[in-house]
């Protein structure tokens, strides 16, 4: 079987300037992967050359084996859905009524949701705990709200992609645990290919089956978390020392930071 | 997951329907107002039905003939103009707020409305007498600037094929500005005559237009609108933010060039007709969202019905308000929306507060 993302030798950039170089990378059904890096290292600008926002000016993206350009945008929405960086919405449409238009690539003309469309937007309100919110306008909420509700219309969407930018940004710590383990759960559980770009040390490592370490517009070690997260690996690209330690209960490695004066005092 | 959670939207979609219904009954007790009231008699409505039976021949017994003038003549196409005017304007407000993620945008901001009175001031300048389906040459003229302002505006935000719906604004601001100093400059050259009657149009008048005017403009309010009605579903997607319409399976490029020319469509051919009318497109769409919610499939339909019935009101008060002459019903708009706006901003900044 193919790969549901095949990334092969990326350059992409905005004008004249290049943010990607030479970026490889696959992503398959099953499995959550995470992208992690220091701010400005491309991270987003992937995402956006994976959702054909931004085309690459060099090298192939390829969607379940055929180039991401050979699909309508209808046909790639039912097989790739993306929870983008945090928005603010204007008008006030409702909680379930922003949820439902994740139904929208396999609905057409003057028709109101089925029952298929009401029964899969019913349950990603539940899974994204958003139960109680669903009349509230989306304008009202607050930006973990918002976070949830765009994570809740992309799993309505019922697709076999799954690509989210810093999903848990704005979450408090108990919502943080609740989304990585719905996204481990759909690729785990569902099948899905769930690729999570990330800032979170502590949660990626510890649901992600692989973690892709990118700096400076490149690829620097693909591989499974501990073999990611060295100290070397951080120093080299964040320029801070770190200990890296076990979790107990799970045996997957974590980041503990270490204040600079601290060092200096040992 | 329980049965209330499947069918709770059953509540507003009823909410939403009985917002059209009322709206519609509104429509038909206006229309009824407008053509049986006015300055110069009081018809009761079995005269204004035997005016319209005869005219589409079922009754073959013909009124009397000042009658059939005022009603048939006078009031009945300014009332069908007042109308297709008001939900051309409201449309397209509509859609370029979803367009543009903003709900103060109106047809200002591309530029047609700028455009098109620098047209029509300029067919009145140049003194040209052209006409072409039953529209006079400032009417073409208006309806050419309009598009014309449109497209110059979509070029210029062009950037490697793509449009950045921030450019455009601006754009559609700088190009608006140039248009209307151009119409300043023009305005201040022509003579007393010309200047009084480019000043009636600029500011907005239904007065004066028979029937040939109304047929005229309604092929391109009907198509204008059917095709935004028909775009619903994008609409609501692109009111998420490009980005999320993109990521949803909407073609961005190609769904905002087509709403764009439809906006511009719509507006010119209203501008072409009645001037300048401020603020229809920019309050209407507005109310009805806060009636019947942002879903544009009611937004759409409740913006044709309530454009309508805003101006057909406002064109009743412009006819009654002063007595001696007609005051232009784009300044009883601009007046209502003036005051609508202040009223807006009071409540939202008590809830600053």
Same mark, same amino acid.
């Given at each position: ?266 | ?62 009124? #009397? $003939? ?9 009031? *009945?196409?300014? &009332?069908? /103009?007042?109308?297709? !005017? =008001? +939900? ?34 300029? #067919? $009145? ?9 039953? *529209?006079?040459? &400032?009417? /073409?003229?208006?309806? !050419? =600037? +309009? ?56 500011? =907005? ?149």
């Amino acid at each position: 079987m193919s790969a549901a993302y095949q990334i092969d030798r990326i350059s992409a950039g905005y004008g004249s300037r290049n943010v990607l170089q030479d970026v490889s990378l696959d992503l398959r059904r099953g499995e959550l992967v995470g992208v992690i890096g220091p701010n400005g290292c491309g991270k987003s600008t992937l995402l956006r050359v994976m959702t054909g926002l931004l085309a690459p000016s060099g090298g192939e993206v390829l969607l379940e084996g055929n180039p991401l350009a050979s699909y309508t945008r209808r046909l790639v929405a039912r097989q790739v859905a993306v929870v983008p960086q945090s928005q603010s919405p204007i008008f006030a449409f409702t909680v379930r009524e922003v949820v439902e238009m994740g139904r929208a690539p396999w609905q057409r003309g003057w028709n109101t949701p089925s029952s298929e469309d009401k029964r899969l937007v019913a349950g990603a309100l539940e899974q994204c705990d958003l139960l109680g919110l669903e009349d509230r306008p989306v304008n009202e909420l607050s930006g973990g709200e918002l976070q949830r509700v765009a994570v809740a219309r992309a799993i309505a969407q019922g697709t076999s992609i799954l690509l989210l930018d810093e999903p848990t940004s704005h979450l408090d710590l108990g919502h943080q645990l609740a989304i990585f383990n719905l996204l481990h759960k759909l690729a785990a559980d569902c099948n899905v290919a769930v690729l999570c770009v990330s800032h979170d040390l502590h949660l990626a490592p510890e649901y992600c089956d692989r973690l892709i370490l990118m700096g400076r517009g490149k690829v620097v070690a693909v591989g499974t978390p501990k073999e990611i997260l060295t100290q070397k690996n951080l120093r080299a690209i964040y320029g801070v020392d770190v200990e890296i330690h076990l979790n107990p209960h799970t045996g997957h490695p974590y980041v503990l930071l270490t204040r600079p004066e601290e060092k200096e005092k040992a | 997951m329980n049965d209330a959670l499947l069918n709770s939207p059953v509540v507003s979609v009823r909410r939403a329907g009985l917002v059209l219904l009322g709206l519609l009954v509104a429509v038909f007790i206006s229309i009824w107002v407008a053509t049986c009231f006015g300055a110069a008699e009081t018809y009761s409505v079995t005269e204004v039905a035997h005016v319209i039976a005869f005219k589409l021949g079922l009754s073959h017994e013909a009124p #009397a $003939a000042n009658t059939m003038v005022i009603i048939w003549e006078l009031r *009945l196409p300014r &009332v069908a /103009l007042a109308l297709l !005017v =008001g +939900a051309a304007l409201a449309v397209a407000g509509a859609l370029l707020q979803a367009l543009f993620e903003n709900p103060m945008a109106d047809s200002f901001v591309v530029g047609v409305s700028p455009g098109a009175a620098l047209g029509g001031v300029i #067919a $009145a300048s140049l003194g040209f007498q052209a006409s072409f389906g039953g *529209l006079n040459s &400032v009417t /073409l003229l208006a309806f !050419v =600037g +309009a598009l014309g302002t449109t497209a110059l505006v979509y070029q210029l935000a062009k950037r490697g094929g793509k449009v950045s719906v921030s450019l455009l604004l601006l754009t559609g601001l700088a190009v608006g500005g140039l248009a209307t100093a151009f119409t300043t400059m023009l305005l201040m050259r022509l003579d007393a005559f010309s200047l009084r009657s480019s000043m009636n149009w600029l500011f =907005g008048s239904l007065a004066n237009h028979g029937w040939n005017y109304v047929l005229a403009l309604a092929p391109y309010t009907a198509v204008g609108i059917a095709v935004s009605i028909a775009f619903w579903r994008e609409l609501n997607l692109l009111s998420l933010g490009e980005e999320t319409a993109h990521h949803l399976g909407v073609p961005l490029e190609r769904t905002k060039l087509i709403l764009l020319v439809t906006a511009a469509l719509l507006a010119a051919a209203s501008v072409a007709a009645s001037g300048i009318i401020g603020f229809v497109g920019l309050i209407v769409p507005h109310i009805v969202r806060k009636l019947a919610g942002p879903n544009h499939r009611l937004v759409l339909t409740g913006s044709v019905l309530a454009g309508g019935l805003l101006l057909l009101w406002a064109d009743l008060f412009s006819r009654q308000i002063v007595m001696s002459e007609e005051m232009p019903i784009g300044v009883i708009t601009s007046i209502l929306g003036g005051l609508f706006f202040l009223g807006l901003l009071a409540r939202t900044k008590s809830r600053l507060a």
